[in-house]
């Protein structure tokens, strides 16, 4: 992958912070970064839902470093974030069901984290911090597609750390002249996801099920739909919000511009994947959102994104990840 430039200039004078970056994104981020000869990658990350095998490949890397920490400590942030030009701030308790099983630790990470990195960054001097919003901000509100200023009210703990992000990011950065940008992404899929636990994302559920002939269970009727996102297209939005002309603070949404049913998910998915097994169909999951559709002419005026890859496109790639890798699993 990254075969594409999306940045503009040379990279090879600059320094990035990744946080998250053992995780499914923050990986990508430094995969591409490293491909392209940034001068320093760094990662913070605690492990709580990365691997060090996300990151194995570029630890021979001499730009790159890796160091084993929690945002919810000011000091380690402080560390991190020591001589960087620019952070991309991934990491967070992802997952609507964790949060609602464990909302302390959810507003502990994803909000007194948040903070703890976007202080930190702001009194280091860093040139511009992008973070990961969310499009579940969008909440209760009906109106499709989403755009950035129409939002409704969150609808689940993890929603209201994410909005409070971006409180936060608009009041500190018009203060203190720090520039911010909230990309809101919509349902990243893509290799590195998380296949295994509770909490595994729908994608590499359907992809764990599929590759292996296994059971899979559809919440509610599967008529939702959603806005899936590949993340190589995540990857070029960080990007061109480096560089480009913003206000002190942004929130942008990252998506195709296009849905698809949860059930023509898994038909796409059983079929790539000669699977042979029937969905069944489960409760809803409280906190959902029924539809997710981005109007993303926001971030093609203001950052020159445009989406490179259909979620079909995505699918094949991802689906030849998993493959790979559930054949190096059984050796
Ligand atoms: N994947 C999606 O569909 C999606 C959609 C919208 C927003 N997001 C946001 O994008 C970001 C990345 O998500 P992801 O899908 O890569 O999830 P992920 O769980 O794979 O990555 C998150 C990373 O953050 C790290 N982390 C968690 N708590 C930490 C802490 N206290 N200190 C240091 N590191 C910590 C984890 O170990 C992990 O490596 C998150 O902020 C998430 O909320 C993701």
Redesign the pocket.
């Known amino acids: 992958m990254y075969q594409k430039v999306y940045h503009q200039g040379s990279l090879e004078n600059y320094r990035f912070l990744i946080?998250?970056?053992?995780?499914?994104?923050?990986?990508n981020l430094v995969e591409y970064l490293l491909k392209h000869n940034a001068k320093k990658v760094r990662v913070?990350?605690?492990?709580?839902?990365?691997?060090k095998h996300?990151i194995a490949a570029f630890e021979s890397n001499p730009n790159f470093e890796f160091i084993l920490?929690?945002?919810?400590d000011l000091e380690?942030c402080k560390n991190a974030v020591d001589s960087m030009d620019f952070v991309l701030?991934?990491?967070?308790?992802?997952?609507v069901p964790r949060s609602f099983n464990d909302p302390i630790s959810a507003n502990?990470?994803?909000v007194s984290?948040f903070l703890n990195m976007m202080i930190a960054s702001r009194d280091a001097g860093v040139k511009r911090m992008i973070?990961?919003?969310?499009?579940?901000t969008y909440g209760d509100s009906k109106a499709l597609p989403k755009k950035e200023e129409v939002i409704g009210k969150p609808l689940s703990p993890?929603a209201i750390t994410?909005y409070v992000n971006e409180l936060y990011a608009e009041n500190i950065s018009k203060h203190f002249d720090f520039h911010t940008v909230g990309l809101?992404?919509?349902?990243?899929?893509g290799p590195?996801?998380?296949v295994k636990g509770a909490y595994a994302?729908v994608i590499p559920l359907f992809f764990n099920a599929g590759i292996h002939n296994t059971k899979v269970t559809i919440n509610g009727d599967g008529n939702q739909t959603r806005d899936f996102?590949f993340v190589e297209n995540v990857v070029q939005a960080n990007m061109k919000s480096l560089f480009a002309e913003i206000q002190q603070h942004e929130v942008i949404n990252v998506a195709v511009g296009d849905r698809i049913s949860v059930n023509d998910l898994w038909n796409y998915i059983k079929n790539i994947s000669n699977s042979t097994v029937e969905a069944s169909y489960g409760e809803s999951r409280i906190g959902d959102v029924r539809d997710s559709l981005a109007d993303i002419s926001k971030a093609q005026q203001l950052i020159g994104y445009k989406p490179a890859y259909t979620v079909r496109d995505g699918l094949a790639i991802t689906y030849d990840f998993f493959k790979k890798q559930a054949v190096k699993n059984e050796q």
Do not use: M, P
């Open positions: 946080t998250g970056g053992a995780g499914f994104i923050g990986a913070l990350d605690n492990l709580a839902t990365g691997f996300n920490g929690d945002i919810r380690t701030h991934q990491a967070a308790l992802g997952s502990a990470v994803n984290g973070y990961a919003a969310s499009s579940s993890y994410k809101r992404y919509f349902n990243v899929f590195k996801q998380n994302a996102t």
